[in-house]
């Protein structure tokens, strides 16, 4: 029962500083500085979580200069690719003039108009480059600073002065980060702090319900001035930024908005459908930004951002079935933490909640029981209850957790078919009498990247028992976050070769760690693009179950003639009103034609070009619609008006189609 309900919550809103603030770290690698890596590393881990908001970039040089990770990289490679930063045992040659022509022509590229650059150098003082004269020219880039970080004592930072003429050195402490923060703070320009901004700013959801991750955006606005001020003044504005998932908007203020009298406007953020409606959940961004400008003010504008609710975003998970997926793989792999991301999309509050047990240790089975949980038995158990909630009524999951494969496990065809209870325990497994309630529709195989070279076999044979019943697997990669990009690509090319899932359907999923207490959307999102297409696939398998129902039913009562006789029924009075379609695309890859397919769900009411947006969104590939045709398996071609009723007889429950590339004339 609810003991609370909440009629309105606001977004999470914050200011930031008035720049664009990036870092570049350069790090002398040489032998005299290996003493210093384990505080260099803890430092660059806590500036990535301080500065979450910033581009960083980290550069090492001794006699080589290295690109370790760039401007614009993924946040969630950041802790892999510090592994990368290799501190030599024997060079003692360190190329600093090098390493800083290279930050400086970085910066150059990335670096937007309104951006601040800080560039951090941690060095004994060694420039084996002679470049120390060329320094000064290359530090005049405006709206950058330099601060260096010397190792080796007293003699490190007397050397390192002496190669950064009137730049502050300070000597490597077990207080570096503290350091670092300090000197910023007090020596940098920040470019002014929107921190004292006079507008308070909320922003809610425009209706509280969840809606599909493709729809435009529509948010509430209120403006009113902070108290300290009493007046927002006409001509003001606040400028939504447009970003590469939706346009931007200004709300132009057109009258005074005086203390104790706040202005309230809709606004709509279109989704840019054209540019990365392939690709939607990797560009989906985690923060909206804004910026207010004040007609009283003007030379100071206030920069802020909104922070988007995952929970406003579950529209796709949507359907007129019960869906219900389990998880499989080894012992300490995430299955249980997995389980909890996904129902953490539903959990509209910041705190992140553990649902299923979750194992912090590979070798120790804390999951002893089958633990099925649906969706609405979480809700209807919620003390505190969001009234975005009320819109998950359409959505109807549930999840299974189990231990991990031993020896002894059950076929998995027993928990397909709900012969495998909730509660079932590891020490008295039982098959049991069929259960609809426990029918698992999807399986999805929870792998630890660390654990694929070793277990790629035992992982194969369960796959092929979920292909083998007709149903399709699923594969959730973990752990990636634990291994260099080197190590990471060759496992994932040598174990996915042996594994029976299609590559449309991998994740690599960076699960919550123990560590984490509050929700991260940049995680959220991954577990919605996987739980988005497992749903999808529970449906698809659902339909087909439903079709086979209907024709069984027709073969029991139609005679040996009528069987024999082609049916043309209008699609409108057809109970058949969905159609599995394998499309066969044929590509060139490297002068070599390529064939991939994959089946989907359509109607009989669906055109052509909606067929080609349908596959193209599946594969997940950069496709130009206009470049493509969609043609019979005899070479004929579809025209994009054409509806599916028209090349398909109504008693069919499939149809088989190519999708190739218009040949240029």
């Known amino acids: 029962m609810h003991t609370e309900k909440i009629k309105r919550q606001a977004l999470k809103t914050q200011f930031k500083s008035l720049k664009n603030v990036n870092y570049s770290i350069l790090i002398e690698t040489t032998s005299k500085m290996a003493t210093y890596n384990i505080l260099i590393k803890s430092f660059l881990q806590n500036l990535q979580k301080t500065q979450s908001d910033s581009q960083i970039q980290i550069i090492t040089f001794n006699k080589e200069v290295v690109n370790i990770f760039e401007f614009g990289e993924q946040p969630i490679f950041f802790k892999e690719r510090l592994k990368e930063i290799k501190f030599s045992k024997l060079s003692s040659e360190a190329n600093l003039g090098l390493a800083l022509q290279e930050c400086y022509e970085n910066i150059e590229k990335y670096r937007p108009n309104d951006s601040f650059s800080h560039i951090i150098i941690f060095s004994s003082g060694l420039s084996s480059d002679n470049s120390s004269d060329s320094l000064i020219e290359l530090m005049s880039l405006d709206d950058s600073k330099i601060y260096g970080f010397a190792g080796c004592g007293e003699e490190g930072s ?61 948010l509430d606005v209120i403006l009113k001035p902070d108290g300290n001020t009493s007046i927002i003044p006409a001509g003001s504005k606040v400028k939504f930024i447009s970003n590469i998932y939706y346009s931007g908007y200004t709300i132009q203020v057109k009258n005074d908005i005086l203390f104790g009298n706040p202005y309230e406007e809709t606004i709509k953020l279109e989704y840019k459908k054209g540019q990365i409606e392939n690709i939607p959940f990797e560009n ?208 994932m090319k040598r174990g996915l070769e042996q594994l029976s899932v299609h590559k449309c359907n991998t994740f690599i999923i960076n699960n919550y760690t123990e560590k984490d207490n509050s929700k991260d959307i940049s995680k959220d999102i991954q577990y919605l693009r996987l739980l988005t297409k497992a749903v999808r696939i529970c449906k698809t398998k659902h339909q087909r179950d439903q079709i086979n129902k209907i024709k069984s039913q027709q073969s029991l009562f139609e005679s040996p003639v009528k069987k024999n006789t082609k049916s043309f029924i209008k699609p409108s009075n057809s109970p058949l009103k969905t159609i599995y379609v394998s499309i066969d695309i044929v590509q060139e890859i490297d002068s070599e034609l390529t064939l991939t397919t994959y089946d989907i ?38 025209y994009d008006s054409n509806k599916l009723f028209s090349i398909c007889e109504i008693n069919n429950d499939s149809l088989k189609l190519i999708l190739k590339k218009k040949e240029k004339i």
């Open 158 to 218: 007397y050397d390192l002065q002496l190669l950064l003429p009137n730049i502050k050195v300070m000597p490597i402490s077990r207080n570096l980060s503290q350091d670092i923060k300090l000197l910023i703070s007090n020596g940098s320009i920040n470019g002014g702090s929107s921190l004292n901004c006079p507008v308070l700013i909320e922003v809610y959801p425009h209706k509280n319900e969840t809606q599909s991750i493709k729809d435009d955006l529509y």
């Open 284 to 491: 989906f961004p985690s923060q909206i930004e804004f910026i207010i400008e004040l007609l009283n003010d003007i030379e100071n504008t206030h920069r802020g951002f909104v922070s988007p609710n995952i929970s406003y975003f579950l529209g796709d998970l949507k359907s007129n079935c019960r869906i219900s997926i389990g998880v499989e793989g080894s012992i300490g792999t995430g299955k249980s933490t997995c389980l909890n991301g996904f129902v953490n999309l539903f959990n509209p509050f910041s705190q992140f909640i553990d649902y299923f047990h979750a194992n912090s240790s590979p070798n120790n089975i804390v999951t002893r029981t089958v633990n099925s949980l649906s969706l609405k038995e979480i809700l209807s158990s919620n003390q505190d209850f969001h009234p975005v909630q009320e819109s998950f009524k359409d959505i109807d999951i549930s999840w299974t957790d189990t231990w991990g494969f031993i020896e002894s496990s059950y076929r998995l065809k027993h928990k397909a078919e709900g012969r495998v209870h909730h509660g079932t325990p590891i020490d008295d497994f039982r098959i049991q009498k069929q259960n609809d309630k426990y029918c698992i529709d999807c399986f999805i195989f929870v792998v630890s990247i660390k654990e694929l070279a070793t277990s790629v076999n035992r992982i194969e044979k369960k796959i092929q028992e979920v292909i083998n019943i007709g149903l399709t697997p699923m594969l959730a990669i973990t752990f990636v976050d634990s291994m260099t990009k080197d190590q990471y690509q060759e496992l």
């Open 601 to 638: 769900e359509a109607t009989l009411e669906n055109s052509v070009s909606e067929l080609k947006n349908i596959i193209i969104n599946e594969s997940g590939s950069g496709f130009n619609i206009a470049d493509w045709n969609l043609k019979m398996e005899n070479g004929s071609i579809i």
